[in-house]
């Protein structure tokens, strides 16, 4: 049984930072692409980051990069996103996600979503 599990959302200041985390359970981590994605209400799912099995490759959406940065452990089975300078329309619910192969952007290349944590940002 796969599940991923998001966590460390919350509401910040504009200009303040959050960690998320993802917890991966069910299945061999290290052969997944992990992405995160973000939906704000009414709002298409977006591509926020992404990182291949070792680190070697990360992307990142216009909007964020330089900003956010997204990084796994493989040992813990974990993938995480550090969001610094944090901007009202940067709030969505946060989902990490896992795909087979590397550099996906589209929400229908991932098979496998956490149950997404909110993060909101006032202004």
């Known amino acids: 049984q796969v599940q991923l599990t998001e966590s460390g959302g919350g509401l910040v200041q504009a200009g303040g930072s959050l960690r998320l985390s993802c917890a991966a359970s069910g299945l061999i981590f290290s052969n997944y692409y992990m992405g995160w994605f973000r939906q704000a209400p009414g709002k298409e799912r977006e591509f926020v980051a992404g990182?291949?099995?070792?680190?070697?490759?990360?992307d990142y959406v216009d909007f964020v990069k330089g900003r956010f940065t997204i990084s796994r452990d493989n040992a813990k089975n974990t993938v995480a996103l550090q969001m610094n300078s944090l901007k009202p329309e940067d709030t969505a619910v946060y989902y990490c996600?896992?795909?087979?192969?590397?550099?996906?952007?589209?929400?229908?290349?991932?098979?496998?979503w956490g149950q997404g944590t909110q993060v909101t940002v006032s202004s």
């Open positions: 996600a896992g795909a087979l192969r590397y550099g996906r952007t589209r929400p229908g290349d991932y098979p496998y």
């Open positions: 990182i291949t099995w070792n680190g070697g490759r990360t």
